[in-house]
């Protein structure tokens, strides 16, 4: 029994959308009975008012159909057992015939092949819509304040925080402040005391660091300061002051 799925209805222009099949012919179908697979009655895409549909009354065969002028079905293409393709046009003479629409039959679902300017407005319509659909999802992530601006606020990084685990910062070793002072302190120990040795370039030996010594004073003029202040010492000293003389007590 034929089963029939229809989208648009009966009476809707665009075939486009619904499809037929007819299961109890689908074991049975090939090249030869693919034309009257596809006139039943119950097809949708068929028109009962072919040239087709004389011939059969007539019982006559498919080459008649060259000698006719009007609207017929013929079998384009075929790739057994699962493609079939079936061209409608119209003849205007015994050479001269202009396509109407292509039928494509698929493991005996019959569709409807759609024309250029169905795919191209079709295409066109579906990337207008994923534009629009893009650009009405990113405004929904959009943030404005006056203090502020613009931002955008994801939902999904809020959640992906959430969830992440929380990793202990690393402390520091020291500041910023602390970083400078111990340089300073490096660098005034360096002065103080410079490096005995030196290396040009790694792996090289180690070259020893010259140090200049200051001069020593001569013998002479140590031994004249060291008796300089012998001879200060010995010099006499200032004479005591006196203390007061005593008051003794008058006699009577």
């Known amino acids: 029994m034929a089963s029939v799925d229809f989208r648009g209805g009966e009476n809707n ?4 959308g619904i499809s037929w099949v007819d299961s109890g012919l689908v074991p049975i179908l090939n090249p030869g009975n693919v034309l009257d697979y596809f006139s039943e009655r119950s097809n949708p895409f068929y028109d009962r008012t072919c040239n087709n549909e004389v011939v059969k009354m007539q019982r ?29 046009q119209q003849r205007q003479s015994p050479t001269q015939v202009i396509p109407l629409a292509d039928y494509y039959i698929i493991i005996g679902v019959v569709y409807q092949a759609p024309d250029l300017s169905t795919v191209i407005s079709s295409r066109a319509l579906s990337a207008v819509h994923g534009i629009q ?34 990793s202990k910062k690393k402390e520091e ?14 660098l005034d120990l360096r002065s103080k005391f410079p490096p005995t040795f030196y290396q040009p370039k790694p792996g090289e030996k180690p070259i020893p660091v010259e140090v200049k010594k200051e001069p020593e004073p001569p013998t002479e003029i140590v031994k004249q300061e060291e008796r300089e202040p012998a001879a200060k010492s010995s010099a006499p000293t200032a004479p005591a002051s006196k203390p007061p003389p005593e008051k003794r007590a008058r006699l009577q």
Not at 13 to 16: A, G, S, T, V
Not at 65 to 76: A, D, H, P, R, S
Not at 141 to 147: E, Q
Request: glycine letters at 4%.
């Open 13 to 16: 222009e665009n075939l486009l």
């Open 173 to 186: 070793p020291g500041s910023l402040f602390q970083r400078h002072r111990v340089d300073t302190l490096l």
């Open 60 to 88: 006559l065969s498919l080459d008649h159909l060259n000698q006719m002028v009007g609207v017929e079905y013929i079998l384009l293409h075929a790739q057994e057992p699962i493609l079939y393709i079936i061209r409608k």
């Open 133 to 166: 659909s893009a650009f009405d999802e990113a405004m929904s992530y959009c943030r404005y304040h006056p203090s502020k601006g613009y931002w955008w606020h994801f939902k999904d990084q809020e959640e992906r925080e959430k969830n992440k685990p929380k």
